[in-house]
């Protein structure tokens, strides 16, 4: 059958990508709009005035609901997970001091109240954060501790005869750091210290303890702007330290471990690094949100560098008198439309994590397995979510030139405010180490008890052996073998467009890879290697493996929604894309793939004219496939570029 | 012979680093280190107040006699053009405002002067722009026309009568934009308009023009500021339009063609073409620049994130106690040391690119080929040292976490500064189209009479059907065959690391590549397609072939480099960084070398180890290697990351 170029229904294909939580997408368009203001304010204004700007921001969109729909409706919350996942992957096409400083505030401060605290906590806390009348911060992270949060030096000691613990920063490599709502706005902060009782450690466990008063900081914390950052200046990030702050009993948050008033320490989980992984476990949403978050951002962009492909002109190639569009040079082609297949293909896998979030969250089935594989999900996604966005934006805004660099035209405060992403709510290469943790376990069978931040640790320390004597690596084999459907041939006599030939591709290289890393990591433990040595060696390999297990999961995630549209030019439209999603990503690994003899030489040269073939079909109607993100025209804020 | 580290002596290898130029270098690190305070300055003053700071630094640096270098001793400068990319280059240490204030200054608007104009205008103008006294821009990228000179719009028609030039901007397209030194400080402006007289049109001409007297805009004049930038805020960018200004005749830079009182015009050079091209070739300069000054920003990261990751610690891996230096992980090493080692091949490849450019503006042979070689050769080194830096500085603000993000540690501003640089002085993408043009029609055997910017025009004119014809795909072949030293064979059993093996590959990369590119263009048109769709199926082609070219030639300039060395520890430490790079850019390539018959996959693995093991050999000693390059302690400005 002849390709026919397919019509795309923007409004359609809108309503497709916002699916289930239209309504609640719609209102955040609908106040960044509104308040569409705060994009040139955050060049106008003066720092302070700034934060103060987006701290009154904040509050204001609090009281129209969009901040709160993940909190319990008793408190004056909308009761509903997906939703709040929803509301904050669209703030993102608006100016992100804004989307940081509710993340702050409802994520991670909230989300803490309402995961690690109990029913005192909340009623406490939670109808007075939702609405922003008492604002928090989430003092998790040390100067001298990065993703290493187990190794944090703040103390929380118990002091019986008083009935109080007493926070405590050592020295200055154990002062909270990079805080956001600490430098200005925060009242109270929930802190993570280690509990000491008696002289006996129990780990780090989370406390509510307040800053501020009207304003002033309370005797024995000390509070330190961070200064000027490369981006995200309406965020008032500080440094904050404790010198012997007193906080009584019920400031633990207690829901996964009590001490009594007589300085007994309880919990119902009883190893301590099950119950450190399912405090943290609980605050997984934050990543979520930032990998939303960053897909979006990206939309933004692409929005703006490919309307102006379409307007701009540059040298004349068709005739003398006209010089020929930007996107209709192949190279820009290049540059601009994978990004743009990649950008919906993230988008749907992000669907897939925010829909199992709200599952695991919702349901009351305490499913540990479910809840690891969300982490592993969140964690690769926010990786892959946040690298891309910080490459597309950078591609785009080259594709833009010089008026690309203007800070009117959006690109500067893009480019700056979303940077930071890739390191914060856990390093990306922290992130996919623990992503393989989670592979090289699953076939270990056992992986409940085991240290999860961080892979130098898991494999350098006791655990290692125990974990690759018992990763079969005969089995891992087997598996590898089964991935492809037929025989040793099949999959080089394939259509490159055949699903399942992509889907096959991706799955054996992932299986591949896991086992490669397992076979190395075995072979070099029974050498002798010192582990941590065993452990720099694989390291990269072991990166590429988590990421292509997450790319996997992306593109099944894409081949699974096209699966389940009606045939029509929607699906014709978003097929191509997922093609050349798909072939775009055996094109940039196709090194790996002809060296593992699956990818003759002359069939990656046809997936690399096949992606350029597909380029030059979506070119026609690029333009529409980035309006259907739907980014308010107020928020791209290019004059120069698009009008 | 077993391997046995070397030692490395700082200081001297900082001395071979600097090269013939060490006493200039020094003079500018003592300048950037007496004026230090200007990192701070960049943050605290107010946008206004700091670009008044860089003109008052600038014009501080003029009477060092750094700045004027290049200009004429009579004139008050120091005779000596390569002295003036030596001090250009060590300036980009530092403050980037300040660097592009005087790139702006004393290279694009003093440049114009002393290359387009004659004694008249250097008497009038010299001695005053080589001590800042007169400010001036140079007004050519107009809003409508970035990269496409050739077609902008501003005019400059001759009023006989008057014995004056007529400066006018017909419509908002033609208004000079992002001009550097426009918004605030200059009181002149080279500007370049097409030439009109007496109803015929002459081609793009510049002229000098007044634009402000005693800071106040003249009559006729508007100008308007491009407002904040994503950085360089330290620079007045600004737009300019004329509205019928009158200059005396006398403006016309008339180095390459003059206008009699009458009317008369009169050129010594016969092709409107080349003439152009003559003019533009004369700026060569600001490439050059900007592309070392790039190599040097990359630097400035590298010295801080290599510092910074022999200090931080990191997540136990080696001991229950002790956390594992960032440097020693492999994917950390895998991070930073190739860009470590590329960053030695670009200087290397500048330094050459950079003696060239000397020896053909001080020699009074006007060799059109050198000329040309060099333009071709500025315009790849620009490219890729632009993207080398872009891409270096990323990676190590990554590399070190939060803490990078924070500005008082010098990547915020570092990023941001340097970011314009892929699209200014010329788009990366149109530079390496000219690289690849270049190439083609040195083949044809002809190229004086032809267009040199943009590919676009060159492929699709008339030009291109005769190009294609005369450009022999059997010679090319030949040629190809030629570029491996033995048999078919030989390139599988030479060693990894010998230096004709690795320059064998980048060669044979190269001439496979411009022989495909010549072979796609011919079919193309003579399967009768029209030629911008021709050339646009086969634009990224064009530039991966200019790509490999520049390549061959950094490597190239590395390996000439080391040949020249004595034998010693100093020579076992470059060789292992010209290995790594050499190697490194094999791996990223492997796939087109597999595709092309040229590297078994075991062959493809066997780089791949090589790498690594490269990378833990240079482990122990980066941090000299980085210190090597004299970046001096006061511009790290990274209290955080290196103390």
Redesign the interface.
Known sequence: MAYEQPHVDVAALTALLDGRYADVRELVRTNLVKYAGVLEEQ?TLSTDEFRDRVRDLVVELAATGQTGMGFPEEYGGGGDIGASIAAFETLAFGDLSVLVKVGVQFGLFGGAILQLGTKRHHDAYLADLVTGRLMGCFAM?E?GH???VQ?LGTTATYDAGAGEFVIHTPDDSARK??IGNAGRHADVAVVFAQLEIGGESEGVHAFVVPLRRDGAVLPGVGIED??????LNGVDNGRIWFDHVRVPREALLDRFASVSEGGEYSSPIESRNRRFFTMLGTLVQGRVCVGGASINAAKVALTIALRYAVRRR?????G?DE??LLL????H??RLLPLLARTYALHFAQEVVASDLHTVFSGDVDDERARRALESRAAGTKALGTWHG?RTI?EC??AC????????NR??AL??DT??F???EG???VLLQLVAKGLLTDYAGEFEDMDQL?M??FV??LAVETVVERTSVHKLLERLRDVLPGGDEWDQEAGLLDPNYQLAMYRFREEHMIAGVARRLKRGIDDGM???EV??????HV?GAARAHVERLVLEAFVDKLAGLEDGDQKVALGLLCDLHALHGLEQD??WF????RMP?AR??AITREV?DLCRKLRPFAVDLADAFGVPDEMLRSP?LVG
């Open positions: 060049e992270t100067t990065g993703s290493n190794a750091d990079y961070d200064g000027p950052k490369m981006g540059q040298f004349e190639a068709t003398p010089e020929q209709d040079y192949g190279m082609q290049r910080t950078q805004r080259e030139g010089g008026a690309g660099y203007l800070a009117v690109f500067a480019k700056a940077d930071v890739t390191t914060f390093d990306n290469h961080g130098a640790r350098a320390g010192n582990p941590g452990f720099s060696r694989v390291q990269d990166i196709r090194a002809m060296e593992h003899g030489s990656a040269k350029a120069d």
